[in-house]
């Protein structure tokens, strides 16, 4: 069982004695703020049990980082994710024959369950998915090429008649037959392998049906589904696109469950984040242990959690001025219009060039990983 998670602990000085506030733990990277293109981060993915946690960056690197042991099973601190292995999983690669080049870097990282003392896991960069076996700390990981197979082909004969692509997609966690996918239109379609192991007929279609009072220049982009994400217990299934989350029930296809508005805020600044290609960024979700709490990133280094059972939420900042250990973090509030109070910030303040598009959530325990550009948060809850 998992433990309960709750998210009252995140609003300063709410609730009862047994609340948990969020706290700094970790940061990991150069404090430099001349960033190479190569160090960004761009993924993050915890394995099955938390112990171990990868990311993977623009430069084709992959690495790992174990929790210590030794402290673990004390109860007033837990152990600090220290570097396991790092390797460079993908190259630059250039296609001669439709004279394309092939970036290094790394689209997405996947734990294959344990099964024994070596650990596996894929890493993925725009054509190639490598398997890893990753097994003593410093040594050397091997790699496998996987062979390319069609699963989803939505190409048309005609590239100029291409309308939509796919954004994301995930395998049902309990029945492997199950796997969804997601477009830059908005849609969610759900197929089922049993039915045939080319899947471009979907068995379930997943859209909700625009608001046309909001219908506007930009609601084709900022509807387009940038991740999609499984519960653990294989009921529900999360999206994001670029303004909100949304949890969908697997058995109701005409619209989610839940909304949650991320950053409502920058409906009225579409305009001038289409001009700076803003609108394009690509933010990533992901569930707590219990499915109770989802989170996800915003700009100016805010990420984001929504209670499902409460309702409430909460902004918080990874920022390197609150880097002492146990320091708790404080709720964010970003002002819209209006008066702004003393602890708010004015949406026109707000730093686009500081954004958190990839989070993770420990799979049992009240920590999660945050990447700010080239810097990797590790925060938990205050173990008192």
Same mark, same amino acid.
């Given at each position: 069982?998992?433990?309960?998670?709750?998210? /009252?602990?995140?609003?300063?000085?709410?609730?009862?004695?047994?609340?948990?506030?969020?706290?700094?733990?970790?940061?990991?990277?150069?404090?430099?703020?001349?960033?190479?293109?190569?160090?960004?981060?761009?993924?993050?993915?915890?394995?099955?049990?938390?112990?171990?946690?990868?990311?993977?960056?623009?430069?084709?690197?992959?690495?790992?980082?174990?929790?210590?042991?030794?402290?673990?099973?004390?109860?007033?601190?837990?152990?600090?994710?220290?570097?396991?292995?790092?390797?460079?999983?993908?190259?630059?690669?250039?296609?001669?024959?439709?004279?394309?080049?092939?970036?290094?870097?790394?689209?997405?990282?996947?734990?294959?369950?344990?099964? *024994?003392?070596?650990?596996?896991?894929?890493?993925? *960069?725009?054509?190639?998915?490598?398997?890893?076996?990753?097994?003593?700390?410093?040594? /050397?990981?091997?790699?496998?090429?996987? %062979?390319?197979?069609?699963?989803?082909?939505?190409?048309?004969?005609?590239?100029?008649?291409?309308?939509?692509?796919?954004?994301?997609?995930?395998?049902?966690?309990?029945?492997?037959? @199950?796997?969804?996918?997601?477009?830059?239109?908005?849609?969610? /379609?759900?197929?089922?392998?049993? &039915?045939?192991?080319?899947?471009?007929?979907?068995? %379930?279609?997943?859209?909700?049906?625009?608001?046309?009072?909001?219908?506007?220049?930009?609601?084709?982009?900022?509807?387009?589904?940038?991740?999609?994400?499984?519960?653990?217990?294989?009921?529900?299934?999360? @999206?994001?696109?670029?303004?909100?989350? %949304?949890?969908?029930?697997?058995?109701?296809?005409?619209?989610?469950?839940?909304?949650?508005?991320?950053?409502?805020?920058? /409906?009225?600044?579409?305009?001038?984040?289409?001009?700076?290609?803003?609108?394009?960024?690509?933010?990533?979700?992901?569930?707590?242990?219990?499915?109770?709490?989802?989170?996800?990133?915003?700009?100016?280094?805010?990420?984001?959690?929504?209670?499902?059972?409460?309702?409430?939420?909460?902004?918080?900042? &990874?920022?390197?001025?609150? *880097?002492?250990?146990?320091?708790?973090?404080?709720?964010?509030?970003?002002?819209?219009?209006?008066?702004?109070?003393?602890?708010?910030?004015?949406?026109?303040?707000?730093?686009?060039?500081?954004?958190?598009?990839? @989070?993770?959530?420990?799979? %049992?325990?009240?920590?999660? &990983?945050?990447?700010?550009?080239?810097?990797?948060?590790?925060?938990?809850?205050?173990?008192?």
């Amino acid at each position: 069982m998992f433990p309960k998670f709750s998210l /009252r602990s995140m609003f300063h000085g709410a609730g009862g004695g047994n609340d948990i506030q969020w706290c700094f733990s970790q940061v990991k990277g150069a404090v430099d703020d001349d960033v190479a293109e190569a160090d960004i981060i761009s993924t993050v993915e915890f394995n099955h049990s938390g112990e171990l946690l990868a990311t993977g960056d623009k430069g084709g690197r992959v690495v790992i980082f174990q929790q210590e042991q030794e402290n673990k099973i004390q109860s007033h601190s837990r152990g600090e994710y220290n570097v396991y292995s790092t390797f460079q999983s993908h190259e630059p690669e250039f296609d001669y024959l439709k004279s394309l080049e092939i970036e290094e870097k790394i689209n997405k990282i996947r734990w294959l369950p344990q099964k *024994n003392a070596a650990q596996f896991l894929l890493s993925t *960069n725009d054509k190639t998915i490598k398997l890893w076996k990753i097994s003593e700390r410093d040594k /050397r990981p091997e790699g496998y090429n996987l %062979k390319e197979e069609d699963i989803v082909d939505i190409k048309p004969a005609n590239m100029e008649e291409l309308t939509e692509v796919i954004t994301a997609a995930e395998f049902h966690p309990n029945s492997c037959n @199950t796997f969804v996918y997601s477009s830059s239109k908005g849609t969610i /379609r759900l197929c089922d392998m049993r &039915a045939s192991a080319l899947c471009d007929r979907h068995s %379930k279609l997943f859209e909700e049906p625009e608001d046309p009072s909001n219908r506007s220049f930009f609601s084709e982009i900022i509807s387009s589904i940038s991740d999609v994400k499984f519960s653990h217990s294989g009921r529900y299934m999360m @999206t994001r696109d670029y303004l909100s989350v %949304k949890i969908w029930d697997l058995n109701m296809e005409n619209r989610p469950v839940e909304t949650y508005q991320v950053h409502e805020y920058l /409906r009225s600044k579409l305009c001038s984040l289409y001009e700076n290609d803003c609108i394009f960024d690509k933010f990533e979700c992901c569930w707590n242990g219990s499915d109770s709490v989802v989170m996800t990133g915003s700009y100016n280094n805010f990420f984001r959690m929504f209670d499902r059972n409460t309702k409430r939420d909460i902004t918080l900042e &990874a920022s390197r001025e609150n *880097n002492k250990p146990r320091t708790v973090l404080k709720p964010r509030k970003v002002c819209a219009s209006g008066k702004r109070k003393k602890d708010e910030i004015s949406v026109d303040s707000l730093d686009f060039n500081k954004k958190i598009l990839h @989070t993770a959530w420990h799979p %049992k325990e009240n920590i999660i &990983a945050v990447a700010t550009t080239n810097n990797l948060y590790i925060f938990q809850d205050k173990v008192n």
